[in-house]
């Protein structure tokens, strides 16, 4: 497994043919884990996640709220569609795997976002 010696992602891990499922979350993990390397890793003091996403020339953010189990994307661009139209499965396959991050931590919201799992709220025109 090549990929996981690897600093960064090559492209857009999480939705390529490349790796197998398991070998995505696997990446996912690792790259969960350097990037919150200096706070607690089970998130457990960390009410807002803020995750920047660049596709292309589109930057747009996944918002995490634990507080409450929220998934949101806010985005500067208007768009009508729904959001799988404009972002893909790329929203629901990093929400799975968060949810799957957080219940292997055993956070006290995992099985909150259990339950919320679905389309996440969509913010445009910030």
């Not at 999480?14 to 979350?25: A, P, T, V, Y």
């Not at 959001?83 to 396959?93: H, Q």
């Not at 968060?98 to 709220?121: I, M, N």
Request: charged share 25%; glycine share 4%.
């Amino acid at each position: 497994m090549d990929f996981l010696n690897s600093r960064r992602p090559e492209g857009e891990y999480l939705l390529s043919d490349k790796f197998s499922d398991e070998g995505r979350k696997m990446k996912f993990v690792k790259e969960l884990l350097l990037t919150i390397e200096d706070i607690d890793s089970s998130l457990s003091h960390v009410g807002l996640l803020f995750v920047p996403v660049v596709r292309s020339f589109h930057i747009f953010l996944f918002v995490i709220d634990l507080r409450q189990p929220a998934f949101m994307i806010l985005d500067n661009i208007k768009h009508d569609g729904t959001s799988e139209d404009r972002y893909s499965s790329l929203p629901s396959v990093f929400f799975e795997y968060f949810v799957d991050y957080l219940s292997y931590v055993q956070h006290s919201k995992a099985e909150d976002f259990q339950v919320q799992r679905g389309t996440p709220s969509l913010l445009n025109h910030c």
